[in-house]
């Protein structure tokens, strides 16, 4: 691993110490939320450059004293010298892993929407399993989940389930589940006892607070019809619910609460982060061929996972992980051992782009 430059460690704290002097002067209320936020995202990198700037120094003294006249001072330097360079690496490292560039949409909140795929039933209460997956662990996260609309499988589970994720950096956490997830079992329906695959399709779409995105009133199409809102009973008796066509994308989004007006922004809302998603994977797409060494576009087309229960296996094919812990992953208690190694696998190859363009 390369060596993190001085200059670049001066940087950050330089641009933090500024950050925080200026808070302490301006009156400006949207200036002071600005600068509120880089203080937070600054301070955890500014306070590791610090620390490896003073181990550094320390390091320079010790070296010097090793090489002085006095050799009891001298000996004791080299003692502190070593357990220095010990230390050093880790601490690079831990400061490396802060400098990566961060994806300005990783504190975003997220639109989950679950599709059965291929394999009938099955591949809806495979659905029906992955959402309950992550809506455990958005429970364990503290997550918010509010579901939007769904259609449940005729023998259970989901043939469609959308809802939204709302908490601290949801999409940095969800963000590589997109695709599609494969599933190995016998079906409750199979008396024969074989092995069946099924599959499913997550999306993850990043839904950050005040997205910029224009929709001309030209460009959409606007429907009503009569609902029965998320997957209950009840049937409105006016014709409440919102459709609403984008005609140059053919992207199509529903509300279907009660009240039209609020079921006119909510779609509208939808439509914003499905066009912004489109902008984001074409902007993704032209990454991925600069850099073809990254995990995965999270294109949900692209096969990320296998489910195996007869092994209790869960193999992730991007990062070839492989876990036998099924049980503990489909309940979303466990979910974390394989997020935390498509994080981990993310930052090191970030960290050797970063050593190759040092």
């Known amino acids: ?36 936020v880089e203080h937070s ?32 001072m001298a000996e004791l330097a080299s003692e502190e010298y070593y357990e220095i360079k010990e230390q050093l690496p880790a601490l690079e490292k831990a400061v490396q892993l802060l400098l990566i560039p961060k994806d300005v949409d990783d504190k975003a909140n997220v639109v ?14 495979f659905a029906g399993n992955l959402f309950r997956m992550y809506s455990r662990y958005a429970q364990l996260q503290g997550w918010k989940v509010d579901i939007v609309s769904m259609s449940e499988g005729d023998v259970g589970g989901y043939k469609e389930v959308i809802a939204n994720l709302e908490g601290d950096g949801v ?53 009503t019809m009569r609902s029965s809102g998320a997957g209950g009973q ?25 009240s039209q007006h609020v079921n006119r922004d909510k779609a509208m809302e939808q439509l914003k982060i499905r066009l912004y998603e489109r902008e984001r994977a074409e902007k993704d797409a032209a990454r991925a061929e600069a850099r073809s060494e990254q995990i995965g576009s999270g294109d949900r087309s692209q096969k990320v ?38 994080i981990a696998e993310d930052q090191a190859r970030k960290l050797s782009a970063m050593d190759e363009d040092a």
């Open 234 to 258: 009840h049937v409105n008796t006016t014709d409440s619910a919102v459709r609403i066509t984008h005609l140059p994308t053919g992207i199509v989004t529903t509300s279907s609460e009660k």
């Open 41 to 72: 995202e600054l301070k955890p990198v500014a306070d590791k450059a610090r620390a490896l700037v003073d181990l550094k120094a320390q390091l320079k003294d010790a070296e010097t004293m090793m090489n002085g006249p006095d050799k009891e």
């Open 305 to 342: 996972r296998t489910y195996n229960y007869p092994e209790n296996r869960v193999s992730d094919h991007r990062i070839n992980l492989t876990l036998y812990s099924l049980d503990k992953i489909i309940t979303g208690d466990k979910l974390e051992d394989v997020i935390t190694a498509l």
């Open 112 to 125: 989950l929407e679950v599709r059965a795929g291929t394999g009938g039933d099955e591949a809806a209460l």
């Open 1 to 36: 691993m390369a060596n993190i430059p001085m200059s670049r460690l001066e940087q950050v704290i330089d641009r933090f110490d500024e950050v925080e002097a200026r808070m302490g002067s301006t009156t400006d209320s949207d200036e002071i939320v600005a600068l509120s």
């Open 171 to 223: 999409f940095g956490r969800l963000k590589w589940e997109s695709g599609v997830h494969r599933v190995q079992r016998v079906p409750e329906t199979e008396s024969g006892g074989r092995v069946h695959t099924s599959a499913a399709t997550v999306a993850v779409l990043p839904a950050p607070e005040n997205i910029e995105i224009e929709v001309r009133q030209e460009d959409i199409r606007i429907d």
